[in-house]
């Protein structure tokens, strides 16, 4: 069973930085990971995302502040966010996409159990 681990959410001021990290285990391999975002009323959206071979993409809300990156040794995921905004503020979801299974290898998703971000002065 793959698990994501995330870490580093919490209160900053409009204008600060946080950074979120996420680690993920047991898998066969990861194809891709990335971040996304929910708010109290809304669908859950796409932040960031990066893949194997360290292709990104980016939500235009948060091109030119937020950089994703990765460590494919240790399966993990960074999400750098500067010059935070109000409008910011989100429960931030970790996720992979994953091979598992030995016999019959299979593409799966996966999701973290959220971190808050909350950006307010």
């Known amino acids: 069973q793959v698990q994501l681990v995330e870490s580093g959410g919490g209160l900053v001021q409009p204008g600060g930085s946080l950074t979120l990290s996420c680690a993920a285990s047991g898998a066969n391999s990861i194809k891709a990971m990335g971040w996304y975002c929910q708010s109290p009323g809304k669908q859950r959206e796409s932040v960031a995302g990066?893949?194997?071979?360290?292709?990104?993409n980016y939500a235009d809300s948060v091109k030119g502040r937020f950089t994703v990156s990765r460590d494919n040794a240790k399966n993990t995921v960074t999400l750098q966010m500067n010059s935070l905004k109000p409008d910011d503020t989100a429960v931030y979801y970790c996720?992979?996409?994953?091979?598992?299974?030995?016999?019959?290898?299979?593409?799966?998703?996966?999701w973290g159990q959220g971190t808050q971000v909350t950006v307010s002065s």
């Open positions: 990066i893949t194997s071979d360290g292709s990104t």
């Open positions: 996720n992979a996409v994953a091979v598992v299974g030995s016999m019959w290898p299979a593409i799966r998703n996966y």
